[in-house]
């Protein structure tokens, strides 16, 4: 019960002083505290079992002790046990007390008796103990498990009674609910209408009782009881069935294994579940490496499944270990980061010279490089210049992306790692160190790299690609129609050049020389600088690519090992030799 699976329990229930404690106690025959005011104050679970021997054995349980106990202290036992859980007042408690009664002539039978319900605080009672009460009782009798003994004075009204609204809120219909009525011999008149009439719908019946009274001994009681249901002119008329201690001792025993058995098979598969998902955790559970041979395995353990882990989700593409977590689609992310990486080297180039300044950048390089040579003559320097300028515009986007995916790659490398490595303590610092370690040195490789091609691009011009000379045709098929522009000044000073828009050309009406050089500069930097980013881009996405394989398939390894093996963290000794060893033949 307490791992939550729900046994079928019978609960006794009902307004306070109606009896439940004598019930139990008839039925046991044994002393539990009896009294006017509330003498439960703690879910008490009787455990009774028939016994050979006629040597009764009594037991208390709670808070993790066994108390053993006799038939003569019994009741003073659970009296010290209910102050040491709930205090020495009228408080209550919802930790709960079991008796185990071990006698011979007891039905066998697990009850559980309950704080009886008030509505009004007695002088040192919490305001809310009506609340604190129910919250007990409804937590018991809420299980479909449990059967409802309620128990009710002869003497009330039930339609009155606490116990039956409370129980009619988790069985409506009465079909888990049986009724013990109490006090028998003090309200006679009128009983036998109040159990035929069954105005609170109880499903499993009545049974009317005449509990001990003052120091009676059990035996004198039910002979009392006997008679009483024997002979009184009232009582007398109510059918044997519904009377007497044994008639409840046996119905509870009954309802007790027909409830078993229609809960059973149900609590076994419960229990298969429970042990099931315990054993699961137990095996998440660190484990404690007490060989060598068992650090080895378990260390080559947690890499292979990291690597593989690693290696579906940075490569393959495969989500099948993380298939909720977007963040862990790794081919998906890369590729959305080396998009945006792509448009963002675009919109960082776009021109943002104005219609009026068309050509008049290119002019003034021409104008600064030119040297004594022949006219007509495109100096290369210019183009350089120009270049520079350019790749100096977009500088800053390759290094941030580098930054942005490594920040990204180490995310995902911890958080595999440690899900491979959660289980060994001993391990897992280390691996968390080697792994940030490798993704910095990775991340400076990369950086490295971009500044190396970053400068390849500043230093000179140069490509295979046949798309340049396509483009630059296309742009330069426009030369004409601009000199013209230019060059006749009866016609308007507004002309559109594919890729620039209308641009206006007045203020070059005064310089017409270098124009078409300017001209032929411009375009001849268009159309290369499309090729620039577009390489830019791709080595990108081969360098991510080629380092993601690198890491996953020998850096990872190398450098765990090499961090272990440097701080020889691993908890046993002789693992840093096999390291060694391990460490040579992976080298190798
Ligand atoms: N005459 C008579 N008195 C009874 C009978 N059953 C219980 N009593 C008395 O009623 C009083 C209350 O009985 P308990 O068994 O303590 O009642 P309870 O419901 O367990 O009380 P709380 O747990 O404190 O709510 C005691 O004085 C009992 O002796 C009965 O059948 N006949």
């Not at 009983?191 to 035996?219: F, Q």
């Not at 009954?254 to 149900?266: E, M, R, T, Y």
Request: proline share 4%.
């Amino acid at each position: 019960m307490q791992e939550g699976i729900q046994l079928p329990t019978i609960v006794v229930v009902g307004d306070q002083s109606s009896g439940k404690s004598s019930v139990l106690e008839s039925l046991a025959g044994i002393s539990l505290p009896r009294g006017q005011g509330i003498c439960t104050r703690v879910p008490l679970i009787m455990r009774l079992e028939n016994h050979l021997s006629p040597q009764p054995e009594i037991f208390l349980e709670f808070d993790g002790k066994v108390l053993p106990t006799d038939e003569e202290n019994i009741s003073n036992a659970i009296s010290a046990a209910t102050e040491e859980i709930a205090g020495h007042g009228k408080g209550i408690s919802d930790t709960p007390l079991t008796l185990i009664v071990k006698k011979k002539g007891v039905p066998d039978l697990t009850m559980v008796d309950l704080p009886g319900i008030t509505r009004v605080p007695v002088h040192g009672q919490p305001d809310d103990i009506y609340e604190q009460i129910s919250r007990i009782i409804m937590e018991f009798i809420t299980p479909e498990e449990s059967v409802i003994l309620n128990v009710l004075s002869a003497s009330v009204d039930f339609t009155t009674c606490e116990s039956i609204r409370m129980s009619q809120k988790v069985d409506k219909n009465g079909e888990r609910t049986l009724a013990v009525v109490t006090k028998a011999d003090k309200a006679p008149e009128g009983l036998l209408e109040k159990v035929t009439a069954d105005d609170v719908n109880i499903g499993l019946g009545y049974v009317c009782v005449r509990n001990r009274i003052g120091d009676e001994s059990y035996d004198e009681a039910r002979a009392l009881e006997a008679t009483l249901f024997e002979t009184h002119p009232l009582l007398s008329t109510i059918s044997k069935s519904m009377v007497g201690i044994p008639v409840l001792a046996q119905r509870l025993v009954q309802i007790q294994a027909s409830i078993i058995v229609k809960c059973l098979p149900d609590i076994v598969r419960k229990i298969n579940d429970k042990l099931s998902a315990n054993m699961e955790d137990m095996n998440k559970l660190p484990k404690n490496l007490g060989s060598v041979a068992e650090a080895m395995t378990a260390f080559m353990h947690v890499l292979g499944c990291a690597k593989e882990s690693l290696r579906k989700i940075l490569i393959r593409a495969e989500f099948d270990e993380y298939p909720d977590v977007l963040e862990m689609h790794c081919t998906a992310r890369l590729a959305e980061m080396l998009n945006q990486y792509s448009d963002q080297l675009q919109s960082n180039t776009k021109e943002s010279e104005s219609k009026h300044n068309f050509l008049r950048d290119e002019i003034k390089d021409l104008e600064e490089t030119k040297a004594i040579g022949l006219p007509n003559f495109l100096p290369r320097t210019a183009f350089l210049v120009q270049l520079q300028k350019k790749v100096k515009g977009i500088y800053s986007a390759p290094f941030e992306f580098v930054d942005k995916i490594w920040n990204y790659i180490e995310n995902v490398v911890v958080r595999v790692l440690k899900h491979h490595s959660d289980n060994y303590p001993q391990l897992s610092f280390s691996i968390r160190r080697a792994a940030l370690n490798l993704v910095a040195k990775k991340k400076k490789q990369s950086i490295d790299w971009v500044m190396d091609i970053v400068e390849m691009e500043k230093l000179t011009d140069y490509t295979c690609n046949p798309e340049y000379v396509t483009a630059l045709n296309q742009l330069m098929a426009q030369q004409g129609k601009v000199m013209e522009a230019v060059r006749d000044h009866g016609m308007p000073p507004e002309v559109h050049v594919n890729g620039f828009g209308q641009v206006d050309v007045a203020h070059l009406r005064n310089n017409v020389e270098i124009v078409q050089e300017a001209f032929d500069l411009k375009m001849r930097m268009t159309a290369y600088w499309k090729i620039v980013l577009r390489r830019m881009v791709d080595c990108m996405a081969l360098h991510l690519l080629f380092s993601l394989q690198n890491l996953v398939n020998k850096d990872l390894e190398m450098e765990i090992i090499q961090s272990c093996w440097a701080h020889r963290e691993m908890d046993c000794s002789g693992c840093s030799t096999s390291l060694l060893l391990w460490r040579r033949s992976v080298r190798g």
